[in-house]
């Protein structure tokens, strides 16, 4: 991971970076950079380098990668607060080494603003990062990818044992775009009215919980 260069496409990378991870970007590439025009050097963040990655791989001959979703266990930064915004860098802001953006240090634990479903305390992980190619879009694809990042982390709750932090309990949160609600809404999910509306990139999200089951 220190060794990616954020300034060139995945076809560029070197060797040694993990070939899961490579497909993952390569699907946010053509998602997030050339559909929505996100800026290549900046769609890519400090929490990649923490987080667990899934891709999901067509059934053609060879395969390749359709979707893509990723968790990001805890801590994490303050929720947004409502109204808020939170612009994309601009393809001028020069673009940090690799080897600097993944080894910032991560944000602290600490108590956040109460909301709906969450009393500010309680350790949560992050699903994130969702996607799936146009032409594979009405397929179910990202309830696939949902449910997959789900039972992982209910069969893996040890994964998440961070020292001088509350156990976790299966509390999941998700920052989506709010055309993006029905479908996390489908996979269990609930809107947390206590979260509000913000806005990255121009765009309106909204906070949604969901709780497993790690009995």
């Known amino acids: 991971m220190l060794k990616y260069n954020l300034s060139a496409p995945v076809s560029e990378q070197p060797s040694k970076i993990p070939t899961t991870f490579l ?9 997030f950079v050339e559909e929505q025009k996100a800026v290549l050097q900046h769609h890519i963040d400090r ?4 987080s ?27 929720q947004p607060e409502p109204g808020s915004r939170f612009e994309a860098p601009s393809s001028h802001i ?7 953006l993944f080894s910032k240090p991560l944000p602290q634990y600490k108590k956040d603003r109460k909301t709906h479903f969450h009393d500010g305390a309680e350790p949560m992980i992050k699903l994130g990062r969702l996607c799936v190619m146009k032409e594979e879009r009405g ?45 996390w809404v489908r996979n269990g999910f609930a809107l947390d009215e206590g979260m509000g509306i913000w806005f990255e990139a121009g765009i309106k999200h909204v906070g949604m919980f969901y709780r497993l089951d790690l009995k």
């Open 94 to 100: 020069p673009v940090q080494d690799s080897s600097i």
């Open 23 to 31: 497909q993952c970007l390569s699907v946010r590439e053509i998602v």
């Open 52 to 78: 667990y990655h899934w891709v999901l791989l067509s059934t053609s001959t060879p395969p390749h990668p359709i979707g893509t979703i990723r968790l990001v266990p805890f801590p994490h930064h303050p």
């Open 139 to 183: 397929e179910g694809y990202a309830n696939l990818l949902i449910q997959a990042s789900l039972a992982w982390a209910r069969e893996h709750p040890e994964s998440f044992e961070v020292e001088e932090v509350p156990q976790w309990k299966g509390l999941v949160c998700v920052h989506a775009r709010e055309e993006a609600v029905s479908t």
């Open 47 to 50: 929490d990649d380098a923490r």
